[in-house]
């Protein structure tokens, strides 16, 4: 974790929030190449739950909710830790979290556990009484159950059918750590799917298993994912069953993602304490009946962390160790960066001509700095799956040179085929397509 904490600083993925006042306790700002990252999985996630599905529909809900939504949700009473303070150094624990008796920190005797509720307390408007008080969304669900009927009569989706959605959610969390696993300010992208009661066990099976799959055609190591289902201790209030996807992080397997049947319990607290029926006709049977939710929950940053863990690994190469992460080709920063092997204004230009048109298309990156392969190891280290090269040949052949990251295999073809080779690598097509007069060699062999 360390070495990924020390690179995602170094390269502007991630920073300590706040860094120049000390930073902020369990609070992360994603730099230029890790809100690239970001942004890359959460329109993956979209692509696969919403576009690429005709059961599927989006939204997109204000964090800040009616107050009574948090009565209704059972937040208000059951989203709490039992917490224990040290009596000697005042520092808080989880009691589920005490390795023993006493304090781990400085062996003081323990207060007796009391409940914390975990939600973000903050007034609307100017007076700060307690008729303003509101909360900063702990999960981002409840805007899709008290938006179900807007969506029901504006879109005639039938069941079964979801909704989709990618937002903050705020928990005061007792403990946090392990870089950006927990804390304290995170995103979710959470799926609310509602089913016909009955056919609810063979949803969440079908949700077990998309979600899973996602997280492996992404690039995730099978090996490293593993379903853990809760115990009954350990379900949530409203959650008749639930599973959790889990990856195997430098600190021990923990949670990715959560896949819960919260059975009618949310639609039917809603009903009750706004007084409207949120219930579902079926045109088919001419029944009435609260639909069942199957609801597959992820972090956003918790999937980021996953998919960087994945992707880092370290390779001897040409007499040194060679950083790569081998991210998967859709959540990659930068897609494809431009080098010209010298600044040599001819090259240069030719360089900056490739660089512009491959830039309407994804996210490149130009370096002229340093050696070649200097330049190579630093986009290996971001991520990038591909380099162009662009030499003194070219100017007379009007062909570049394209360098895979994990094979470090090159391939010389023409600048006009470079953007349709591109796209189809991208796409993740295994094999170059070598168009005439094209070329294939390994890094550090001459042509
Ligand atoms: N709506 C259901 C729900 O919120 P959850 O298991 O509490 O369920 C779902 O949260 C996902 O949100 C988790 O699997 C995790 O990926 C992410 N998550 C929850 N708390 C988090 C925190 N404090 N920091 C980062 N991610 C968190």
């Not at 039917?268 to 029944?287: M, R, W």
């Not at 090159?410 to 007069?437: C, H, M, W, Y």
């Amino acid at each position: 974790m360390e070495k990924l904490v020390s690179l995602c600083r170094r390269r502007g993925f991630i920073f300590p929030s706040s860094e120049i006042y000390g930073g902020l306790s369990s609070c992360w700002d994603y730099g230029p190449l890790g809100v690239e990252l970001k942004q890359n999985v959460k329109q993956a996630w979209w692509r696969a739950v919403v576009q690429e599905r005709d059961d599927m529909v989006g939204l997109d809900a204000s964090i800040l909710m009616h107050p009574q939504t948090w009565e209704a949700s059972g937040h208000l009473k059951g989203f709490a830790d039992l917490l224990v303070e040290c009596k000697s150094c005042h520092l808080r624990w989880r009691k589920d979290e005490l390795p023993g008796d006493s304090c781990p920190s400085c062996g003081g005797e323990l207060t007796e556990p009391r409940l914390f509720n975990l939600m973000f307390k903050t007034f609307m408007g100017p007076v700060e009484d307690e008729a303003n008080v509101t909360y900063l969304r702990p999960e981002t669900a409840q805007g899709i159950f008290v938006n179900f009927q807007n969506v029901l009569n504006t879109t005639r989706k039938r069941l079964p059918f979801g909704i989709a959605q990618i937002g903050k959610a705020f928990r005061n969390e007792i403990t946090t750590g392990n870089f950006i696993f927990r804390t304290r300010e995170f995103e979710q992208m959470e799926i609310e799917y509602f089913v016909k009661p009955g056919t609810d066990k063979e949803w969440f099976d079908y949700w077990l298993e998309e979600r899973l799959n996602w997280y492996v055609k992404l690039g995730i190591k099978k090996d490293n994912l593993q379903l853990r289902q809760h115990t009954k201790e350990e379900l949530a209030h409203y959650a008749r069953e639930c599973y959790d996807i889990d990856y195997l992080f430098p600190m021990g397997w923990a949670e990715l993602e959560g896949i819960a049947n919260r059975g009618d319990f949310d639609l039917v607290q809603h009903a009750s304490f706004s007084g409207k029926s949120l219930d579902y006709f079926d045109e088919e049977t001419k029944e009435h009946f609260v639909p069942y939710i199957i609801e597959p929950s992820a972090g956003v940053d918790r999937s980021v962390l996953a998919f960087l863990c994945d992707a880092y690994d370290e390779e001897p190469a040409e007499g040194e160790i060679r950083v790569l992460l081998h991210l998967h080709p859709t959540l990659a920063p930068i897609k494809v960066a431009v080098l010209p092997l010298s600044r040599r204004e001819k090259l240069v230009t030719l360089a900056k001509q490739i660089y512009a048109d491959l830039r309407r298309h994804w996210m490149v990156q130009y370096d002229d700095a340093q050696s070649i392969g200097r330049r190579y190891r630093r986009q290996d280290e971001i991520g990038t799956p591909f380099c162009v090269t662009v030499d003194f040949q070219s100017l007379e052949d009007g062909q570049v040179t394209i360098r895979e990251r994990d094979s470090m295999n090159q391939i010389r073809l023409p600048i006009a085929e470079l953007k349709n080779t591109l796209d189809a690598k991208l796409k993740g097509e295994s094999l170059f397509v070598l168009p005439p007069g094209g070329k294939i060699w390994k890094e550090g062999e001459s042509v």
